[in-house]
């Protein structure tokens, strides 16, 4: 049996609770989120493909806030990055989804444009090549609308590229950002 947030009720239970979580430790939300909702999950009595994927996604989830703490990032946006890069799309989707309802224009079409692009990937690697194709022309257009408001991706026309390529890895993101929005 093959861990399936898609078909399967439990596992999109604990994906979305841990991502919830992760979210809101990493925004500052709940600083202890992520241990207590391991904690509670940990509790029970999980089959190995649950238990296998809860260990799985707290070891990514710790190391990406260890990566995030040493960049120095309070931004969600730059943290969007370091989530890209670490192939945890579905909670970049989740963080990004914190700051993108109330962003203005082209900021949010280029956030929604940048949440489409997780999805299609997403749908990419789960085997469902028609849907990621047709989310990720969305993303597309949605991040060429807003480029201007991605100035910190370096290589936001690379992943443009790739969202029309669908390559098995999509290429990492490049940040730059000015020293001064860092914390020391």
């Not at 509790?43 to 040493?70: S, W």
């Not at 597309?140 to 807003?146: F, I, M, P």
């Not at 480029?147 to 992943?159: F, K, M, P, R, S």
Request: proline residues 5%; glycine residues 6%; contains cysteine.
């Amino acid at each position: 049996m093959d861990f399936d947030p898609f078909g399967d009720r439990l596992a999109r239970d604990l994906r979305n609770c841990l991502s919830t979580a992760f979210v809101a430790q990493l925004t500052g939300e709940n600083p202890d989120a992520l241990a207590l909702e391991v904690g509670r999950w940990q509790a029970q009595d999980l089959a190995p493909v649950y238990d296998n994927y809860l260990k799985e996604r707290q070891a990514a989830y710790f190391r990406t806030l260890d990566d995030i703490d040493k960049s120095g990032y309070t931004d969600p946006r730059h943290q969007a990055v370091l989530l890209w890069n670490a192939g945890l799309l579905f909670e970049l989707h989740e963080l990004l989804e914190t700051i993108w309802p109330k962003a203005r224009e082209p900021e949010h079409t280029a956030l929604k444009g940048w949440i489409q692009a997780a999805g299609a990937f997403v749908h990419y690697f789960r085997g469902k090549p028609d849907a990621a194709r047709g989310l990720a022309e969305k993303a597309r257009q949605n991040l060429r609308a807003g480029a201007e408001a991605l100035g910190y991706l370096v290589n936001l026309d690379q992943l443009i590229q790739d969202l029309h390529d669908l390559p098995e890895v999509p290429t990492r993101l490049q940040l730059d950002v000015a020293p001064s929005t860092r914390v020391k």
